[in-house]
């Protein structure tokens, strides 16, 4: 994974850290350090001694390629390098939420849900798994069947994923999810900020409303960008829709 500067739990664990410093078993963060996300996937790579011959193409390499291809707005290529990690190391797939969003920008949508309802099983307090799973259905067979396919989630305590699941369930306005990112103290209220923007922006998306896609995604890549991983997803969904992000303050 890459590192984050902006860590908001002070430092690399294999259980997921929230948008306000809340932990929790069942929740992976998506902005872990990259040893601590290959350990949790069992995929670090193995010290190879001096004259060695070189192994066989190993999981955590090919997990690496296939996240360096994806932050390099390559998601085609970085979802057929996860396939080849699946083929590798089948029991790693329900952790890979990274290989969802990778097949959602390749539009492998089909895949993406898949993925998505794999996840929940490892991960079921997670609402940006919600998120995911219902652009990939809305994207393949409209927002009407996204909420009726609406997949079940614990209790998640980062602010602002509860607004942020019930505007998925359609409960919910975009401005509720800004009032709750948009309440707390600084410097967390960035990041609620961030992925307030962020999932109005993916939320757009999948309704296919364009316009307010891109005011949220430049928003979340933009003034409230932020240097951990789900931060730098917000950076390539705007590269790859062709738009340009204003530097953040």
């Known amino acids: 994974m890459i590192p984050s500067a902006d860590d ?26 990259a040893g601590a ?34 932050f390099a707005a390559r998601p085609v290529e970085s979802a057929q390098a996860f396939d080849r990690l699946v083929t590798l190391a089948p029991k790693s797939e329900p952790e890979l939420w990274q290989r969802g969003l990778a097949l959602y920008y390749a539009e492998r949508f089909a895949d993406g849900r898949r993925q998505f309802e794999l996840h929940r099983t490892v991960n079921p307090a997670d609402v940006e798994n919600v998120a995911w799973h219902f ?53 967390a209220r960035r990041n609620h900020l961030f992925y307030a923007h962020q999932y109005l922006g993916l939320h757009a998306e999948a309704l296919g409303d364009v316009p307010r896609a891109r005011e949220h995604t430049l928003a979340a890549a933009g003034p409230f960008a932020m240097n951990h991983y789900m931060g730098k997803v917000a950076q390539v969904h705007a590269r790859l829709r062709g738009w340009q992000a204003e530097p953040a303050p």
């Open 8 to 33: 908001s739990c002070g430092g690399p664990r294999p259980g997921r850290c929230g948008s306000d410093g809340v932990r929790g078993p069942a929740l992976r963060r998506r902005h872990f350090l």
């Open 135 to 187: 652009a990939c259905v809305a994207r393949a067979e409209g927002a009407e069947a996204a909420r009726k396919a609406i997949i079940p989630v614990g209790e998640d305590g980062r602010v602002p994923m509860r607004e942020i699941h019930a505007l998925f369930a359609g409960r919910a306005e975009p401005a509720a999810v800004l009032a709750a990112a948009d309440a707390g103290p600084e410097p």
């Open 37 to 70: 996300g290959l350990a949790a996937l069992g995929l670090v790579r193995s010290p190879r001694s001096a004259g060695a011959a070189a192994p066989a193409e190993s999981p955590a390499a090919v997990f690496e390629e296939a996240v360096r291809l994806f």
